[in-house]
C-alpha cells in the first residue's frame, strides 16, 4: 500500500515556480536533508522521501501535449515544516509551438509491500534497465541522513561548491509516449555511488518512470520494443545543470 503525505499539488504557475525554486536556491545546503525527511511522531524517526508521482489530473493535461520541445526537471521546496516532506520536482515542458507547462509532482512514503519486479531489457544509455533504477534508488534509501546534503553539490570553475539546480532530459526519449497516452509519471530520487567521490560531479541521480497506456513499438532505433503496457520505462537524467550547463541559470 503506498502513503502520499502531501495534498494534491495545484496548478503550478510561474510565480509559484519562481518562489519554489527560489526557495531551493537560497535554503542553507546544510538543511537540504531536512527536505527530503520528515518526522513521523508514532515512530519518532525520520521517514525518507520514496519517489514523486503526477497526479491523475496532471497527466491528463501532460497527454494532451501534442510534441515536447525542452523537458526541464527543477529542483523546488514548498514551506513547511518537519512533519512533511518539502521537497518536489517541478517538471517544466516547453511545447514545439513554445507554450510552456509546469507539472509538480507529490510525494510518497515506502510502500509498506514492496511491489514485485519483472526484468527488464536493457534499452540503452539513456532509457535504463530495471536493475540500473533499482541499484540507485537502493542507494538512496540507504545513505546516511547526514550524507544527503552533499548529493546536490558540485565544484566548478567558478566556484568551490555549487547547487544543482535542474536537469534536463531529452524530449525525443519523452514523445513517443504521447501518441498512444501515458498512464503514469514518476520520479524516483537515486545516488550513483560511481559519482559520489568525485566533487566536480552531481550524484543525486533522479528516474523518470513512465507508463505507457499502450505497448509501445520502435521508441528509439537504438532503444528497441517495449514488450507490455504493465511496464515502467526508467529513464535517466544525465544532465545536471550545474555543472553540465553554461549560461542556463537565469530563471
Not at 509559484?16 to 508514532?42: G, I, M, Y
Not at 514551506?79 to 507539472?103: L, N
Not at 519483472?118 to 533504477?133: A, H, M, Q, R
Amino acid at each position: 500500500m503506498e502513503n502520499v503525505i502531501t495534498q494534491e499539488t495545484p496548478l503550478i504557475t510561474e510565480k509559484v515556480f519562481k518562489e519554489s525554486t527560489s526557495l531551493w536556491r537560497n535554503a542553507d545546503v546544510l538543511q537540504l536533508t531536512h527536505h527530503f525527511h520528515k518526522l513521523d511522531p508514532a515512530k519518532g524517526q525520520y521517514e525518507r522521501v520514496y519517489y514523486f508521482s503526477m497526479s491523475d489530473d496532471d497527466v491528463e493535461r501532460f497527454n494532451n501535449i501534442q510534441e515536447i520541445k525542452t523537458f526541464t526537471m527543477y529542483m523546488a521546496l514548498k514551506r513547511g515544516y518537519k512533519e512533511k516532506f518539502t521537497f518536489f520536482p517541478i517538471f517544466e515542458i516547453v511545447d514545439i509551438e513554445g507554450d510552456k507547462q509546469y507539472f509538480g509532482l507529490e510525494a510518497y512514503q515506502k510502500p509498506r509491500i514492496k511491489a514485485s519486479q519483472n526484468k527488464e531489457d536493457e534499452l540503452g544509455s539513456e532509457i535504463v534497465p530495471l536493475t540500473f533504477k533499482q541499484m540507485i534508488h537502493d542507494n538512496w534509501e540507504e545513505v546516511d541522513m547526514s550524507l544527503v546534503d552533499d548529493l546536490f553539490t558540485v565544484k566548478t570553475k567558478k566556484k568551490p561548491m555549487e547547487r544543482v539546480i535542474f536537469y534536463k532530459v531529452t524530449a525525443d526519449l519523452i514523445n513517443p509516449f504521447l501518441a498512444n497516452g501515458i498512464e503514469a509519471i514518476k520520479f524516483y530520487p537515486g545516488l550513483d555511488m560511481n559519482k559520489f567521490q568525485y566533487k566536480d560531479m552531481i550524484s543525486f541521480t533522479p528516474v523518470i518512470g513512465i507508463t505507457p497506456k499502450e505497448p509501445i513499438e520502435n521508441i528509439m532505433q537504438r532503444a528497441g520494443i517495449i514488450e507490455s503496457n504493465d511496464n515502467e520505462v526508467f529513464i535517466e537524467y544525465s544532465r545536471p545543470c550545474p555543472p553540465t550547463c553554461t549560461g542556463e541559470l537565469s530563471i
